[in-house]
């Protein structure tokens, strides 16, 4: 099995343009099966998913959720913790050595 016949609960929910909650009430429901990766990752074949989707059992939900500006600092802050700190850490070393 390759690692493409797997996708996430979002991607699911991209897919069949619903709201990620409903893809878990689905999975609760049995009407799609869900696997857990590693017992950490909980994941849906694609396959699976495509027939779903094919089908027309399920109805698309024209719902947009706003990415917030709050949202996108927290998401930049998350994702680049490390170089942010790193960058400080050598700002503070070349001012040693260059100021003290």
Excluded: C, W
């Amino acid at each position: 099995m390759t690692a493409g016949q797997f996708i996430s609960v979002r991607e699911t929910a991209q897919l069949l343009g619903i709201s990620e909650k409903k893809v878990m009430d689905m999975i609760e429901e049995r009407r799609l099966q869900a696997y857990r990766i590693a017992d950490k990752f909980l994941r849906l074949k694609k396959t699976e998913v495509m027939s779903l989707r094919n089908s027309g059992h399920v109805t698309r939900e024209d719902l947009q959720i706003a990415y917030t500006t709050a949202e996108r600092v927290r998401d930049f802050f998350y994702f680049n913790d490390f170089y942010l700190l790193s960058f400080f850490i050598i700002l503070e070393l070349l001012y040693v050595i260059f100021f003290a």
